[in-house]
């Protein structure tokens, strides 16, 4: 399981500061090993988890009792555990690394590649995700300015929410970077020169 990153880091700072009273109702996609779950459940939140490994699933239910803080914890493919139902809160740290080759991601590569424009799952966060916000719910996305910033708020605005970059900082090229720095590189995704990768935090809202 691919352990906390930086963007779990900069997506917590984000929830902290989002409003949020007792008993919001909160989904958190891609929870992973649940940072963010729990972190809501602290505030007192009625938290739903979704990962699509089970790994992750185990750890997060793991971490919960651990925690002594109650979330629902579901294994599936984004949204399909979660149909039918509303969200004040939507949290996602998606996988968000542009990848060489065509074929979707097997194994621990899950929680990174997302095809090779990075864009495999957010594309469908942008699109799925404003149907399960309920008036004045929010979503808080997080991913690299690799996978473009500016269009998952665009689109986001496309299907009527209001939706802007409220964070950004800049960390150094991980392993996962660096061991495909050169085609980065040569897709023009990577300067020259350039040692540090943008990470950005998207908040968008359903405005009543």
Do not use: K
């Not at 594309?123 to 404003?130: F, M, Q, T």
């Not at 090229?173 to 020169?193: K, M, N, Q, T």
């Amino acid at each position: 399981m691919y352990a906390p990153q930086e963007d779990t880091g900069l997506l917590t700072e984000a929830l902290s500061e989002e409003p949020l009273p007792p008993g919001a109702d909160v989904l958190d996609l891609c929870t992973g090993s649940g940072v963010l779950a729990l972190t809501a459940a602290r505030r007192g939140c009625r938290v739903t988890a979704v990962d699509v490994s089970r790994r992750a699933v185990y750890a997060a239910r793991w971490n919960a009792r651990r925690a002594g803080v109650a979330v629902r914890v579901r294994h599936g493919n984004l949204f399909e555990p979660v149909r039918g139902r509303s969200f004040d809160l939507v949290l996602a740290n998606p996988p968000y690394v542009p990848a060489p080759g065509g074929r979707a991601p097997r194994g621990p590569a899950r929680a990174w590649d997302a095809g090779r424009d990075g864009r495999l799952v957010l594309d469908r966060i942008c699109h799925e995700g404003p149907g399960l916000l309920r008036p004045g719910g929010v979503l808080l996305l997080v991913h690299s300015s690799l996978s473009d910033g500016g269009r998952t708020v665009g689109r986001l605005r496309a299907v009527g929410l209001r939706a802007a970059v409220t964070r950004r900082c800049r960390v150094p090229l991980g392993p996962v970077l660096r061991s495909r720095e050169e085609w980065l590189r040569a897709r023009g995704l990577l300067r020259a020169d350039e040692e540090n990768e943008e990470l950005v935090v998207v908040r968008a809202e359903l405005v009543r």
